[in-house]
């Protein structure tokens, strides 16, 4: 799939092209499955610029065809899962072996392409962004959402008592499901918890949900804004923080939380262990074909999916 242009859906089209060639720190893999993310759309329309035209989609899972005469401790047949590296929305695709993360047997493909961008994100947020201590009340925007379930799933391995934001029963239900100790809707959230306030918010809803973020925080407490699905948050005062009771707002971005190879081998293995153990699950929304990408962007926009959305070629 091709973005020739910036805009909707509509501009994501089929091409047939060459094998991309691989360099020598690069490893060519059959993608058994691509991710598809809110990162995707906002890089499809313009929000984060890229040149055109290029083929969409940083996350992916396959199977090792080719290593580059520079690459070690990869071999042809090997299964892998990335993300952070370019064109996972098609057949082949050349990612740079330092991103390749290898799969064990007890992971299927599908649970592979779904748990390196949103299982990672979910994991520098509730180590590291705001770190969850046993006790703490958090609360997590998109409770249903493919980030939303899995941070909800570590915050209680963690100890936290977990209150979520949905929009619809049936998504109340998968959330309760997850872990959640308490799901309330989004109109108003902020007044349910405004007595005690929580220690921290995870928001990836953004614009829509921020200011009654800050209010739901409780003395000291900590807004991770991580995302802006509903609208990018404008420009902040920060003496509205001073006034929410010495607030904390935090913008991080995973690549600054996966520096390195030992940082992000190290959070990948703790979210295999609890996938393996049973701790963590992945709920998988729906596969489309990946000649339907357009279909599966107008999907994951209109904020009607629970879980993950995976294409496969």
């Not at 929000?47 to 199977?63: D, H, L, T």
């Not at 071999?75 to 993300?83: M, T, Y």
């Not at 064990?104 to 493909?109: F, L, N």
């Not at 619809?168 to 007044?191: C, I, M, N, W």
């Amino acid at each position: 799939m091709v973005v020739g242009e910036h805009g909707g859906p509509d501009v994501l089209e089929v091409h047939n092209l060459d094998l991309p060639e691989v360099a020598g720190d690069q490893v060519l893999v059959k993608v058994a499955y691509a991710g598809v993310n809110y990162v995707d759309i906002y890089q499809r329309e313009g929000v984060y610029p890229r040149q055109v035209p290029f083929v969409p989609g940083g996350e992916g899972a396959g199977r090792v065809l080719e290593v580059g005469a520079e690459v070690s401790g990869l071999s042809a047949g090997d299964r892998v899962a990335w993300q952070g590296a370019p064109g996972a929305y098609a057949r082949y695709v050349s990612v740079p072996a330092s991103q390749l993360l290898r799969i064990p047997d007890e992971v299927t493909d599908e649970q592979a392409a779904a748990l390196p961008l949103q299982g990672l994100t979910a994991h520098y947020l509730a180590t590291s962004s705001y770190a969850i201590h046993p006790g703490d009340t958090v609360l997590i925007h998109a409770g249903a959402g493919g980030v939303g379930l899995l941070l909800t799933q570590i915050a209680k391995i963690r100890g936290a008592t977990v209150i979520t934001t949905v929009s619809t029963p049936g998504k109340a239900e998968v959330s309760r499901a997850a872990g959640a100790d308490q799901v309330l809707g989004y109109d108003d959230f902020h007044e349910e918890l405004s007595e005690q306030g929580v220690h921290a918010v995870y928001d990836g809803v953004g614009r829509s949900t921020f200011e009654r973020s800050l209010k739901a925080l409780r003395r000291r407490g900590t807004l991770v804004l991580y995302g802006g699905s509903s609208g990018h948050v404008a420009s902040v005062d920060p003496r509205r923080l001073t006034e929410g009771g010495s607030l904390t707002l935090k913008r991080p971005t995973l690549r600054d939380f996966v520096v390195d190879r030992p940082e992000l081998e190290s959070r990948f293995q703790d979210l295999l262990d609890w996938l393996i153990e049973g701790r963590l699950h992945l709920h998988i929304h729906r596969h489309y074909p990946l000649v339907d990408a357009k279909d599966a962007h107008r999907a994951l926009a209109s904020r009607d999916t629970v879980g993950k959305l995976l294409l496969a070629p």
